[in-house]
């Protein structure tokens, strides 16, 4: 099993959703963060100084999948987030050692 761990822009929130139903992957869960990346969100330059560290608003969507459904959750991700502009986010995949649903108890099914 794998947890997928995206950061994207809010506003891709609505097709992101939708092209991971269309991979049939249904179970996420959405937050609303702040971050930065590399470009450490954005610098203000005041009087010639870069100054201040800025965090922007964006997403995370956490995805718990079986191993077979890593490329289909990452490929729906990127095409549906990418706009080619910095900003766009990154995507993080883990090794998920166990998985339990709490109403039945049964493991490792997701
Ligand atoms: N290394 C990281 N660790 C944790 N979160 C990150 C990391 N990189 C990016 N993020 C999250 O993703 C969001 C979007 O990052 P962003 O797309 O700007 O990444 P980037 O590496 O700067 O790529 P780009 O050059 O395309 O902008 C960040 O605001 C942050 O929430
Ligand atoms: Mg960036």
Redesign the pocket.
């Known amino acids: 099993m794998k947890l997928i761990t995206a950061?994207?822009?809010p506003e891709k929130l609505n097709d992101v959703k939708q092209a991971l139903y269309a991979k049939e992957i249904y179970s996420m869960s959405v937050t609303n963060?702040?971050?930065?990346?590399?470009?450490k969100?954005f610098t203000e330059t005041y009087r010639g100084v870069q100054m201040e560290v800025n965090?922007?608003k964006?997403v995370?969507i956490e995805i718990g999948v079986n191993d077979d459904f890593e490329g289909a959750a990452i490929e729906a991700i990127q095409t549906s987030c990418a706009t080619g502009?910095?900003?766009?986010?990154?995507i993080?995949v883990s090794e998920l050692s166990k998985s339990l649903r709490i109403r039945t108890g049964e493991e490792g099914i997701l």
């Open positions: 950061y994207i822009r963060i702040l971050g930065s990346g590399r470009q969100g965090l922007l964006k995370r502009s910095e900003g766009d986010g990154v993080f």
